[in-house]
C-alpha cells in the first residue's frame, strides 16, 4: 500500500465544513481515480484522470470537486456534503492510455469519511 | 454496457479445503476482467487479471482465476485456504472500449475457519 498513500485516514465532518482529501502516488502513473465505497455496495467510479485532465466524472454532485495538480497527486475538495456521503473513498492509479492496454489499478488505503 | 455479478454474499470454507469465488459479467466486446481483495481498513490489493491468451490466469498469494467465455464466469480459486484467506473479494470487469472505467461486483466476504 505504500505505493498509494491517501490523507486523512478518518475525517468528521459536518455538513457546512469544507474539507479536502488528498491522495499521492508513487508508482510512476499518469492516471488517477477516485471511488467511493459505500456499505453493501458496488464500488462506484467518481474520477478519472489521465495526465492531469479529467476524462470521466460520473455523474458526480458538484459538492465533490477534484483537483489533479500534476500525475502524482489527487486532490478531492468537499463542502455542503449531505450524511448519504458519509463512506470510504479510495484513490487508485494505474499506467496511462498511452502507455498501453493494461490499466491495472493500485488503491491506497483509503479516507473513511463520516459526514454529520 | 458492462456489468459482473458475485452471486455469493459469504462464502465460508474450512482451512486447508479448496476455495472458489464466483462472477460472471456481461460485456460488448472482449472483456478484461480483474479480481482484488480487501482487508480490513485497508484499500482494495490486486489479486491478478485477465486480459488474453492462456485461460487459467494465476496471481498472488496462490490464488488463480479461469476464464469461461461461453459462461462469461471468472471464478477465483485458490486449492487449500489459509485462515489470512479472510477478507472481501471484487471481481471487476470492462469491455475494450472503457479504458480506466472498471465496473466492480458487489463483493464476496470470505471466512475461512481454523
Known amino acids: 500500500e505504500t505505493g498509494v498513500t491517501q490523507t486523512p485516514r478518518h475525517l468528521v465532518m459536518g455538513m457546512t465544513n469544507k474539507k479536502s482529501l488528498k491522495c499521492e502516488q508513487h508508482l510512476g502513473h499518469n492516471a488517477m481515480y477516485w471511488y467511493k465505497q459505500s456499505a453493501k455496495k458496488p464500488l462506484e467510479l467518481m474520477f478519472v484522470?489521465?495526465?492531469?485532465?479529467?476524462?470521466e466524472n460520473n455523474s458526480v454532485p458538484s459538492r465533490f470537486s477534484p483537483e489533479c495538480p500534476n500525475s502524482s497527486h489527487l486532490f478531492l475538495h468537499l463542502h455542503t456534503l449531505q450524511p448519504e456521503d458519509s463512506a470510504l473513498y479510495l484513490c487508485?492509479?494505474?499506467?496511462?492510455?498511452?502507455?498501453?492496454?493494461?490499466?491495472?489499478?493500485?488503491f491506497g488505503p483509503g479516507t473513511r469519511l463520516t459526514v454529520l | 454496457a458492462q456489468s459482473v455479478a458475485q452471486p455469493e454474499d459469504q462464502v465460508n470454507v474450512a482451512e486447508g479445503n479448496p476455495l472458489t469465488v464466483k462472477c460472471t459479467y456481461s460485456v460488448s466486446g472482449n472483456p478484461y476482467l480483474f479480481w482484488y481483495v480487501q482487508y480490513p481498513n485497508r484499500g482494495l490489493q490486486f489479486l491478478l487479471k485477465y486480459i488474453t491468451g492462456d485461460n487459467l490466469v494465476k496471481g498472488s498469494y496462490g490464488f488463480e482465476a479461469e476464464f469461461n467465455k461461453s459462461q462469461t464466469s471468472f471464478h477465483l480459486k485458490k486449492p487449500s485456504a489459509l485462515v489470512s484467506d479472510s477478507a472481501l473479494y471484487f471481481c471487476?470487469?470492462?469491455?475494450?472500449?472503457?479504458?480506466?472505467?472498471?465496473?466492480f461486483g458487489a463483493g464476496t466476504q470470505v471466512v475461512v475457519t481454523p
Open positions: 484522470y489521465n495526465f492531469k485532465e479529467q476524462t
Open positions: 471487476a470487469v470492462r469491455d475494450t472500449d472503457s479504458w480506466g472505467k472498471l465496473q
Open positions: 487508485a492509479s494505474s499506467q496511462d492510455r498511452i502507455a498501453g492496454d493494461s490499466d491495472t489499478q493500485y
